[in-house]
């Protein structure tokens, strides 16, 4: 991290953290943020889904929720973005404050709810994105909407022109009833409605699945053996979870999902099991607490094919993902691996 973007963290720290956000996408959208692109060797470029990365050192959904920045976070270093999520109707999510930062625990609670400007909104701006970088968008659903499974269906059709894949977000501990749609029965028929939509575009576009964390061996079983049978081009393990156990900080009891370093472990098993599961069949993109090479590495090991980041950002800037896709190609390098994809899996069995 640069002494200017530690200042930076230092002053956004003093501020509470939507604040602190907004002032960020700001930041990047007047071109202060990084701007050097993605870090790449032959070790680390990689596919998935289909896709052609520079590097496997994603961005999730959430932290440019209404493609503000796309641009500038694919200059930051990125080697695929995704924003959202988005819903058909723009809403304003739940009350405020929403987003706690447990700088003791190197983790975040947020209750945002899906608050975003709308998919016409999104996608206007998604339409005039870079031609070069890999972007894709989270499809997310309106908390009063009827039928959700067609509101993803609707912002797919919207959205999907104008990105490189799209992600079925059913995880989000924010929306009530959300994560019901976890379900098998629930599951199935809402993809099917999805990939028939992909399906139909000009352009089809690769689609992935967020799953929780806070999943039973039973369901990880089940959403494994319908993602198989959707063919379900990859699966984006984990979103947050609702556990608290062993934080430390004032903000631990606040409601809402969990991210950060407290996830990592938790979310790594569910990323081993699945793989476990599939053996080989989906792709995986491991997320959840990785601050550091190393994290970046262990996910891999565990079974994903490439990784995101969003919290670690809050405590150690947009720089990091630079850092990270550097300190992957290193520790690839040490460990005798001439390409990321020998290393994917390879110690599944240590975290099960």
Not at 224 to 246: E, K, S
């Amino acid at each position: 991290m640069k002494f200017s973007e530690r200042i930076a963290l230092a002053a956004l720290h003093k501020t509470d953290p939507e604040t602190a956000h907004g002032l960020a996408i700001k930041a990047l959208a007047m071109g202060l943020g990084p701007r050097h692109g993605p870090f790449s060797t032959a070790r680390i470029k990689t596919s998935v889904g289909g896709l052609e990365l520079p590097n496997p050192v994603g961005l999730a959904a959430g932290f440019d929720k209404n493609a503000e920045v796309v641009p500038a976070l694919l200059k930051a270093g990125f080697g695929f973005v995704e924003v959202g999520a988005a819903t058909p109707k723009a809403q304003n999510g739940n009350r405020k404050p929403r987003l706690f930062r447990l700088t003791e625990d190197r983790a975040a609670i947020n209750r945002f709810g899906f608050n975003n400007e709308g998919m016409d909104v999104i996608a206007a701006r998604l339409a005039n994105r870079p031609n070069s970088g890999v972007v894709g968008i989270n499809l997310g659903a309106n908390k009063d909407s009827s039928h959700r499974a067609i509101d993803f269906v609707q912002v797919l059709e919207t959205c999907g022109p104008h990105v490189d894949f799209a992600t079925v977000n059913v995880s989000s501990p924010n929306t009530e009833k959300l994560r019901d749609l976890q379900g098998e029965k629930a599951l199935t028929a809402l993809l099917e409605g999805v990939m028939k939509t992909s399906a139909g575009l000009e352009r089809p576009v690769p689609i992935f699945l967020k799953i929780a964390p806070d999943l039973t061996l039973e369901e990880i079983a089940q959403i494994a053996q319908v993602a198989r049978h959707a063919r379900l081009d990859a699966i984006i393990a984990t979103n947050t979870t609702l556990d608290r156990d062993g934080l430390t900080s004032e903000h631990r009891i606040q409601k809402g999902g969990l991210s950060g370093a407290p996830l990592f472990s938790k979310s790594t098993q569910v990323l081993a099991r699945l793989s476990a599961e599939l053996e080989g069949h989906v792709p995986l993109i491991g997320v959840g607490g990785i601050a550091s090479a190393e994290d970046a590495f262990e996910k891999i090991r565990a079974g994903a094919s490439a990784v995101q980041l969003y919290t670690a950002m809050v405590f150690q800037g947009v720089s990091l993902a630079n850092d990270i896709a550097k300190g992957l190609d290193r520790l690839l390098e040490q460990h005798g691996y001439n390409h990321i994809s020998q290393a994917v899996g390879s110690g599944t069995e240590e975290f099960l």
